[in-house]
């Protein structure tokens, strides 16, 4: 499996809302909704955001919401404010113990 | 509450080896499979590895396979991760991640550590 493919960056307005997709093949998702979403900010360790496509671990925000259709996953982040400035990476399980993840998308609060 | 903290990262030159290590408390280390995931300067994440809870079974990245070994000492709530031959395209901050399968997140890194930089050149 190559990475998924994810948009190099995107931006939106304090209290708009911007959607990050992520694309890949049916082996890349491996038939399971194994989808998860990662925030870094500069410097930091990555911190898990979605999991299981759509739910979200226990302290995120529920501004923070996820989605598939067929091989295209997404993240919607809602009401933006200042702090979810930052990079954002999907992964996937695409089984057989191997995960892939995406490029990676950076995202700005203009 | 959860820690990870990698150590053993440095400049080392190009065929030579390095041993990273990533010492972890606040949870029952033996319960958890581990991984790690490392990133180049200004690039993406990538997953190297995964090993189960008892040490049995490990798998690799086919970008790694062959050149990476990556163990664990239960008793000693440690987790390593040797790498062999090493090349340019190794330079990278290595992360060490728990696997969230024992917490209910299954097939996620739900805890990630601070990273330990490894630059391979001459």
């Known amino acids: 499996q190559s990475a998924l493919t994810q948009p190099p960056s995107a931006s939106g307005s304090p209290g708009q809302s911007v959607t990050i997709s992520c694309t890949g093949t049916?082996?890349?998702?491996?038939?399971?909704?194994?989808v998860s979403w990662y925030q870094q900010h500069p410097g930091k360790a990555p911190k898990l955001m979605i999991y299981e496509v759509s739910k979200r671990p226990s302290g995120v925000p529920d501004r923070f919401s996820g989605s598939k259709s067929g091989n295209t996953a997404s993240l919607t982040v809602s009401g933006l404010q200042a702090e979810d400035e930052a990079d954002y990476f999907c992964?996937?399980?695409?089984?057989?113990?191997?995960?892939?993840f995406g490029g990676g998308t950076k995202l700005t609060v203009l | 509450q959860v820690q990870l903290v990698e150590s053993g990262g440095g400049v080392v030159q190009p065929g030579t080896s390095l041993r990273l290590s990533c010492a972890a408390s606040?949870?029952?280390?033996?319960?958890?499979?581990m991984h790690w995931v490392r990133q180049a300067p200004g690039k993406g994440l990538e997953w190297v590895a995964v090993i189960w809870n008892d040490g049995g079974n490990k798998y690799y990245a086919d970008s790694v396979k062959g050149r990476i070994t990556i163990s664990r000492d239960n008793s000693k709530n440690t987790l390593y991760l040797q790498v062999n031959s090493l090349r340019a395209e190794d330079t990278a901050v290595y992360y060490c991640s728990r696997d969230g399968g024992q917490s209910g997140y299954d097939y996620v890194f739900d805890y990630w550590g601070q990273g330990a930089l490894v630059t391979v050149s001459s």
């Open positions: 606040g949870f029952t280390f033996s319960n958890y499979g």
């Open positions: 049916s082996s890349d998702f491996g038939g399971y909704n194994y």
């Open positions: 992964n996937s399980y695409a089984g057989s113990n191997n995960w892939v």
